[in-house]
């Protein structure tokens, strides 16, 4: 099987949001037979989520693009397991989230499933996945819906409220040294 782009969109919004966050994104760095591409900057998002409880805090969002051999169905297993290693209060999934981690596209693929959609259904409606996206790859099409990302985020509704995180962390997290860079590997 070839190598495909993968977007893997990642969210916290409880304890030390960006100490998870770069947790998440240094793991992902390390994925076998995986490169990664790239990572957005950070954003912060009004917790509006359906089940949000008084108190949640503001969530920190962003997005890492790899390339990568791990076929969809290992991918899912893994971010779980990364979720499971950070902490994740699996009785409690609605609420606040020390990390959250989706597979945002793979590929050009179309991907239904009952434990996992792809791209994810609800994406092209949530603007803290669209502006990171914008970012790394704007002209990023999507599959089923046939619109770029940057077509996708001029159409998206303006709440949640999202907004930059300033200032962004000092440290570029996932820029720790062991990237799994290696050619072939
Ligand atoms: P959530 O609690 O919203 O993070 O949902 C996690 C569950 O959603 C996982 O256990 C997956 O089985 C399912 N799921 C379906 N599609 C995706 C996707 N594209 N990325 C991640 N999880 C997905």
Not at 14 to 43: E, I, K, M, N, W
Not at 56 to 73: A, C, K, R, S, Y
Not at 132 to 150: A, G, I, K, Y
Request: with cysteine; proline share 9%.
């Amino acid at each position: 099987m070839g190598r495909e782009t993968v977007f893997i969109g990642f969210g916290s919004n409880v304890g030390d949001r960006l100490d998870f966050c770069d947790r998440a994104v240094t793991l992902l760095s390390l994925l076998p037979h995986s490169q990664l591409l790239g990572v957005s900057l950070l954003y912060e998002t009004e917790p509006v989520n359906d089940h949000a409880q008084p108190g949640d805090g503001w969530f920190l969002n962003g997005v890492v693009q790899i390339e990568t051999d791990i076929t969809p169905n290992s991918l899912l297993t893994i971010l779980r397991e990364i979720e499971r290693a950070l902490g994740r209060d699996e009785e409690n999934r609605s609420g606040p989230r020390t990390i959250d981690l989706d597979i945002l596209f793979y590929g050009q693929r179309i991907i239904d499933e009952p434990d996992l959609a792809v791209p994810h259904p609800r994406m092209h409606q949530r603007r803290f996945v669209l502006m990171p996206l914008n970012e790394l790859d704007p002209l990023f099409l999507h599959p089923s819906l046939q619109r770029t990302v940057s077509q996708l985020l001029a159409e998206a509704g303006k709440q949640p409220e999202v907004r930059l995180l300033f200032p962004q962390p000092s440290t570029r997290y996932g820029s720790r040294p062991a990237c799994s860079q290696s050619p072939g590997s």
